[in-house]
Structures are given as structure tokens and as C-alpha cells.
């Protein structure tokens, strides 16, 4: 089980660009979390999904984030025109089903930064 | 609103040392409180819950409700120890894990 996978684990985009940031969830797990670290600070809650469906987003900024996680294939965070102010490292987590004791437990992907030139 | 407060960002003991990391909550309702560690180079890991009342490399937690508090402890610090060590705190099933600030644990030799 190769774990939580995030692509790219680095990336640069230039003001004004969009920036992609994928996330594999662990084999089994249907719910998908996303954190944003921002230098020197803790790690922020941004927005928790499952497939096809947005539980939680009261963490996402209201202009130009969104994220999505589809029937098939990986969640996406998605930033469009970037400012050097979304320069930050995004961890993705996943869980079980949002249920029981185990679904309470998240496992984290390496996180992928975000340099905004 | 769930909130989490750890009152030190960094925190530097010797080896052999006791150490305790605190943990401040705010939740209305029965929450559920983990620590989670984050060793140089690696991902964030799970470090304990406090559901399962266990003592994991030696670290362990109590929840006090009336304070409120899930601080982490350890009688003799290692240096293996250092890390980024977050609380965290979670509602019923199906919300968010709700993340502290963090404090960085130093175990000087």
C-alpha cells in the first residue's frame, strides 16, 4: 500500500497562474482531507471531501480555491492566479469511511509546496 | 467552533529529562483528541488518540475535561524525540480534525 500520494511535491507558478495539487487517498479510503502550511505557522484546516461530494469547506478561501474529488481518479486542489501569498506547503490526508473509530484517524500525504514567484 | 491551542511553539529539554507538551481544547460536546508528530523528513503521523489510553514510544495523554486539556508527557526524554508535535481535536464522526499551532520539541544530548 503505497500510501497517501501528493504530485507534484514541488511546484512553481508565477503570479497570475493556476496551480494543480493531486492527491491518491490510501486504498480503501473515500474520505479525503486537505491542510495548508503556511511558513512558519500550523497546519490549517481547508476542506474535507469524499467522492463526489464536499463535506466541509469552511476553511477554503472564497475566491479562487476549490477542490474536488471524483468518482474516479484523485482529489485536486485547484488555486487559480496564484498571489506570493499562497506560497505554502498543501497536505492532503485521507481516511476510511467517515464513520466508527477508524475514520477519525487520518493518514498524510508528504505535502506538495507551493512557490509562487 | 473546535479550537486547539498549544501555548509553546518551541520547547527545549536534555536528554533523560521529563517532558510534557500542553494542549489546550475547545469544544462543545464529547470531542475526540489526538497527537499527531511529524519527524524531520517525514509525513505527519499519528502519535496517539486518547480513546485508546495507551503509552506510544513511551509518550502518553490524559484528557481532563474540566480543564479542558490533553497535554503529552513523557518521563525521560530521548533524543530521538525531537519533532513537530501537534494536538488536534475532533467532533462526532464526519467533521474536521481541527489542528493546533504546534510545538517543536528539541532533546538536547
Known amino acids: 500500500n503505497a500510501g497517501v500520494m501528493q504530485n507534484p511535491r514541488h511546484l512553481v507558478r508565477r503570479r497570475g497562474q493556476e496551480a494543480r495539487l493531486r492527491c491518491s487517498p490510501m486504498?480503501?479510503?473515500?474520505?479525503v482531507y486537505w491542510y495548508r502550511q503556511l511558513p512558519e505557522e500550523g497546519l490549517k484546516f481547508m476542506v474535507y471531501?469524499?467522492?463526489?461530494?464536499?463535506?466541509?469547506e469552511s476553511g477554503m478561501p472564497k475566491e479562487r480555491f476549490s477542490a474536488e474529488f471524483p468518482k474516479e481518479g484523485p482529489s485536486i486542489l485547484r488555486i487559480q492566479q496564484v498571489v506570493r501569498g499562497d506560497s505554502a506547503a498543501y497536505f492532503c490526508a485521507s481516511s476510511p469511511n467517515g464513520r466508527g473509530l477508524g475514520a477519525n484517524v487520518l493518514t498524510f500525504g508528504a505535502g506538495s509546496r507551493l512557490t509562487v514567484l | 467552533a473546535q479550537r486547539v491551542t498549544q501555548p509553546e511553539k518551541l520547547l527545549s529539554v536534555f536528554k533523560g529529562a521529563p517532558v510534557e507538551l500542553k494542549c489546550n481544547y475547545s469544544?462543545?460536546?464529547?470531542?475526540?483528541l489526538f497527537w499527531y508528530v511529524q519527524y524531520s523528513r517525514q509525513r505527519l503521523q499519528l502519535l496517539l488518540r486518547h480513546i485508546s489510553r495507551e503509552s506510544i514510544k513511551g509518550f502518553t495523554a490524559d484528557l481532563n475535561k474540566g480543564e479542558t486539556s490533553f497535554h503529552l508527557k513523557k518521563p525521560f526524554a530521548q533524543e530521538e524525540d525531537s519533532a513537530m508535535y501537534y494536538c488536534?481535536?475532533?467532533?462526532?464522526?464526519?467533521?474536521?480534525?481541527?489542528f493546533g499551532e504546534g510545538t517543536q520539541l528539541t532533546v538536547n544530548p
Open positions: 471531501l469524499q467522492k463526489e461530494n464536499i463535506i466541509d
Open positions: 469544544y462543545s460536546g464529547s470531542p475526540e
Open positions: 486504498k480503501g479510503h473515500s474520505h
Open positions: 488536534s481535536v475532533r467532533g462526532t464522526s464526519g467533521s474536521r480534525l481541527t
